[in-house]
């Protein structure tokens, strides 16, 4: 079974602290994403990355930073967290080509930010 | 700035009818669009992808698109209480750039 793996499902940090959030795919695919979901706001791109090395802005890249050594991984980083960062993160990866657009989720990391 | 628009819901079905979800774009260069499923503190799934205008069926759901309105829709036959859930509408311009997201349309579907 496909799956997208996110490291942390709930995280408390204090302002200013800096975050780490991992997520890893098992299925081979080159594209990898970086979403938070707000209420009211809905999904907004942060990040994305089509290969190893390689990354680029989404709608909202302020305040976040990622990282894509492997494949199967890529990493957000809040490099001092603020309390507008306290959100749901969502990872998500898919294949090149006609299926670019056919996410696969991770289950979501939760962060709040004190 | 790439727009997706749903009417936000409370929509309200009974069991057993054709629930309507409908969605609007504004990047007449769009070329993918997608119907995610959201249940209550669960990710968002893939249900259905349509690339071409007409109709798409997959079991009880048929996604449909109409590029010249730039219109995106989602029906769902017999309505079961399992598909209570937020429906998201995702376009995408065909490359590798990420989908943009509407805010959703919650279903309720009523026993």
């Known amino acids: 079974d496909v799956k997208v793996t996110q490291s942390s499902r709930y995280l408390v940090k204090r302002t200013g602290e800096k975050v780490f959030l991992e997520c890893v795919q098992d299925m081979d695919h080159e594209n990898m994403f970086w979403y938070r979901q707000d209420p009211g706001l809905g999904l907004r791109l942060i990040y994305f990355s089509y290969d190893v090395k390689m990354k680029e802005k989404g709608d909202i890249p302020e305040g976040y930073s990622v990282s894509r050594e492997k494949k199967e991984r890529f990493s957000l980083i809040l490099e001092s967290a603020s309390t507008n960062q306290t959100s749901m993160y969502l990872c998500?990866?898919?294949?090149?080509?006609?299926?670019?657009?056919?996410?696969?989720f991770g289950e979501g990391s939760r962060l709040t930010v004190l | 700035q790439k727009e997706v628009e749903q009417n936000s819901g409370p929509l309200s079905v009974p069991e057993g009818a054709i629930a309507s979800l409908n969605c609007t774009y504004s990047d007449r260069g769009s070329q993918s669009f997608f119907w995610y499923r959201q249940y209550s503190g669960k990710s968002p799934e893939l249900i259905m992808s349509?690339?071409?205008?007409g109709d798409k069926e997959d079991g009880r759901f048929t996604a449909q698109l109409n590029k010249a309105s730039q219109y995106v829709s989602l029906l769902i036959r017999d309505s079961q209480p399992s598909d209570s859930a937020t429906y998201l509408c995702?376009?995408?311009?065909?490359?590798?750039?990420?989908?943009?997201f509407g805010k959703g349309t919650h279903l309720i579907i009523q026993p």
């Open positions: 998500a990866s898919s294949s090149l080509g006609q299926y670019t657009g056919e996410l696969f």
């Open positions: 995702a376009v995408s311009g065909g490359g590798a750039d990420g989908l943009t």
């Open positions: 349509i690339y071409s205008n």
